[in-house]
């Protein structure tokens, strides 16, 4: 009898043990940053504020770097474990939007008391008419540059080049050269990759060109414009003014801190590496304005969360998704990351305007341009950056470098 | 009227007993490895973009990385010459190494143990050391070619020089282990056979020449065979250190898969490269095998 009695109450304790268990809500989320100040705001004060708020919900939050994030969703969403809410750029939206693998965030955004704050940026995420994207903060590709190297080669550093002549003309003076050797380059730039296109982009939007037809079925930028453009930029990399490479890091110092550029289109993360790297050459960095030849125009993006269309707990993903990009959430993130803020409501914060290279960034948006939503974004931009590569290395013309780009372009649209 | 054993062990066949201790092996080897492969091969006729349904295209990957794929061919170019770059280099110099922590001398054991170092460092954090040594403006080697009045040469960025930078890096990571095996090998050669030699007035070289040599082509096919298969699926350096460029002069047919599975989407091209790749190690090694076979007979 006694043994019985003890059985029933030890399993009666078990029960109650364990409802809290069953009660309680887990909300996975991938954050696309491994920095250490990111990783310690959202670990040791964001999560447990909203913990703290919401009982019921837990959150488990996994910080992925951001080169291994695609593979690593990808495979998440192949095996069905995908993350309820995750962390991407705003070209990502179209994607996994045509795969309907994230969920649009209208109904939500709609009862939502903070949306109007966002203003525009809560588009960035827009595919198809719906809004599948919170931006979290944003960057951009402005030209950024070093003051004492503009008085030392006897330029005034209140007037940096607003169009493509003061740009060549500036990198000229700036330049540095030991016998054929640039030991400093004027303006760097960049020839392969993700950086290449976005800088390539950003002087084809300047000349007044697009990258793709209005309805998105064929590729625009092999007109007379886009060849204009990448022969002005491919020219640049004449050896005297900049090379046909990007200028390497040194260690963890951009090359601008290193001193062995001038000039570079760079975005705000460059301002949180001087600052932890090379805070005494900080002072001598200056953001410029947006460059103008037809249009004036920059580029930007934003990175937000997303909502999986395989999270079990919808709403609860939510209220995390609100409480991560709440002002005060997005504030630490945003002092810890170096970024843009989404909120307009957060443009007059102090650590903004305090920061004279911040508020430059922020009125460069007036400029602001973004890639397009587009599925195939991602092989079009590997496709323009392969072709642009070809022609900084002269194995290719512009025009021929355009024309097989558009070419293969226009295949898989 | 027979007794039946309540004894479980006794009941079982003996012949099955053996394959009760091999069953974990045989199922790891069949969910882990037999059974992906098998997957991949299927995926190889689809279109896959692994967040909707494969969709059966037939040989349709398979003729268009054939046919019109400049950039598949280029990557098949890239890693036969990254092969025979890093392999001959590996071999010539692992032997080197292998014969001299053979001597019975001093503080070999040290020696061998820095040489095995390398082997045992992570390809990232290697490649990170490299590339600062590669780096065009303040890296090592260009400081030190600079004493000599040499360079700077752009070891990473040049389109010339990138893949052959990468096989020197390569076969700095990869001698320690070779230098193990041939030194398994050199001290499993008998050593009346030498002493026979030398009292017949063999030099040195003669000796390497006629008896080391031979004696250790086992050695070397097996460091052939496996060095074939590992520099052709190379991936962690060039991810690390070039990103298959500049001007794809380094991309491999392993960055290939990569670039195809996880930039593009496109699960069913990246599974039918990697069988491309599967087919041309596996008829390297069965030549091999064969070239190999009838030298040893």
């Known amino acids: 009898m006694l043994r019985a009695r003890t059985i029933c109450c030890t399993l009666v304790l078990l029960l109650v043990l364990t409802i809290p268990a069953f009660a309680e809500t887990t909300v996975r989320i991938w954050f696309a940053d491994t920095a250490e100040p990111v990783m310690r705001v959202v670990r040791e004060s964001i999560v447990p504020e909203f913990e703290k708020a919401n009982p019921d919900i837990k959150l488990k939050v996994e910080f992925i770097p951001w080169g291994e994030l695609s593979p690593k969703l990808l495979t998440a969403f192949a095996g069905g474990v995908a993350p309820d809410v995750f962390m991407h750029g705003q070209a990502a939206t179209a994607g996994f939007a045509a795969a309907s693998q994230i969920e649009p965030l209208d109904d939500y955004i709609a009862q939502w008391s903070a949306a109007n704050d966002f203003g525009p940026t809560l588009n960035s995420g827009e595919y198809m008419g719906k809004k599948y994207l919170v931006p979290l903060y944003g960057s951009a590709n402005l030209l950024i540059y070093r003051t004492d190297f503009y008085e030392e080669a006897g330029l005034d550093p209140k007037l940096p080049p607003t169009n493509w002549e003061e740009l060549a003309s500036a990198g000229q003076k700036l330049a540095i050269k030991k016998g054929d050797r640039l030991v400093r380059e004027g303006i760097d730039l960049a020839s392969s990759g993700t950086n290449a296109q976005q800088t390539w982009t950003t002087f084809l939007w300047q000349n007044?060109?697009?990258?793709?037809?209005?309805?998105?079925?064929?590729?625009?930028?092999?007109?007379?414009?886009?060849?204009?453009?990448?022969?002005?930029?491919?020219?640049?990399?004449?050896?005297n003014i900049a090379d046909h490479q990007q200028a390497e890091a040194v260690g963890s110092l951009p090359p601008l801190a290193a001193g062995t550029v001038a000039m570079q289109f760079a975005g705000t993360e460059i301002l949180g590496n001087f600052k932890t790297y090379a805070p005494d050459k900080y002072p001598f960095v200056k953001v410029g304005v947006p460059l103008e030849q037809q249009e004036k125009a920059a580029w930007y993006s934003f990175a937000g969360l997303f909502l999986s269309r395989q999270s079990t707990n919808k709403d609860a993903a939510w209220k995390a998704i609100e409480h991560l990009t709440c002002k005060a959430s997005l504030e630490q993130i945003i002092q810890a990351v170096g970024g843009l803020p989404p909120r307009v409501s957060m443009q007059n914060a102090s650590f903004i305007q305090e920061d004279g290279n911040l508020v430059m960034f922020l009125k460069g948006m007036e400029a602001a341009r973004f890639n397009p939503n587009i599925p195939q974004w991602t092989k079009v931009r590997d496709i323009l950056a392969r072709h642009i590569e070809r022609a900084a290395f002269g194995v290719s013309t512009p025009e021929e470098a355009l024309s097989e780009a558009a070419a293969e372009v226009n295949r898989i649209l | 009227m027979s007794v039946r054993s309540t004894d479980p062990y006794r009941r079982l066949n003996p012949t099955a007993i053996p394959y009760l201790f091999i069953l974990p092996v045989i199922l790891f080897t069949v969910f882990f490895k037999f059974i992906p492969i098998g997957v991949s091969l299927l995926l190889s006729f689809t279109e896959y973009d692994m967040l909707s349904s494969p969709r059966w295209v037939g040989i349709a990957n398979y003729a268009y990385l054939l046919s019109d794929n400049d950039l598949f061919w280029t990557s098949l170019k890239n890693t036969a010459q990254y092969s025979l770059e890093v392999l001959p280099a590996n071999i010539a110099i692992s032997?080197?190494?292998?014969?001299?922590?053979?001597q019975e001398l001093k503080g070999v054991a040290f020696f061998r143990t820095v040489f095995y170092l390398p082997v045992v460092t992570s390809i990232i954090?290697?490649?990170?050391?490299?590339?600062?040594i590669y780096n065009y403006q303040v890296g090592l080697l260009n400081s030190i070619l600079g004493l000599f009045g040499l360079g700077p040469f752009d070891w990473l960025r040049n389109p010339k020089l990138?893949?052959?930078?990468l096989a020197i890096m390569r076969v700095w990571k990869g001698v320690g282990w070779n230098m193990v095996i041939y030194l398994a090998g050199l001290q499993g050669i008998p050593r009346?056979?030498?002493?026979?030699?030398?009292?017949?007035?063999?030099s040195a070289w003669t000796q390497f020449r006629r008896l080391t040599w031979p004696l250790l082509r086992p050695v070397t096919y097996y460091i052939i065979v496996m060095g074939l298969i590992s520099t052709f699926q190379s991936f962690g350096e060039i991810y690390a250190m070039t990103q298959g460029g500049p001007l794809d002069s380094t991309t491999t047919l392993g960055y290939l898969v990569y670039q195809q599975a996880f930039q593009y989407w496109e699960m069913g091209k990246a599974s039918a490269t990697a069988f491309i790749l599967f087919g041309?190690?596996?008829?390297l090694s069965i030549a091999q095998n064969k070239f190999v076979s009838a030298e040893m007979n």
């Open chain 2, 280 to 283: 041309v190690i596996f008829a």
């Open chain 2, 162 to 165: 990138a893949l052959h930078s």
């Open chain 2, 192 to 202: 009346y056979i030498y002493e026979a030699a030398t009292i017949d007035g063999a």
């Open chain 2, 125 to 132: 954090a290697v490649s990170m050391i490299w590339m600062w």
């Open chain 1, 208 to 239: 007044g060109g697009s990258l793709f037809s209005d309805d998105y079925a064929k590729a625009a930028f092999n007109d007379a414009k886009g060849v204009e453009t990448l022969e002005f930029y491919t020219g640049l990399m004449d050896g």
């Open chain 2, 95 to 102: 032997l080197l190494l292998a014969i001299l922590v053979n």
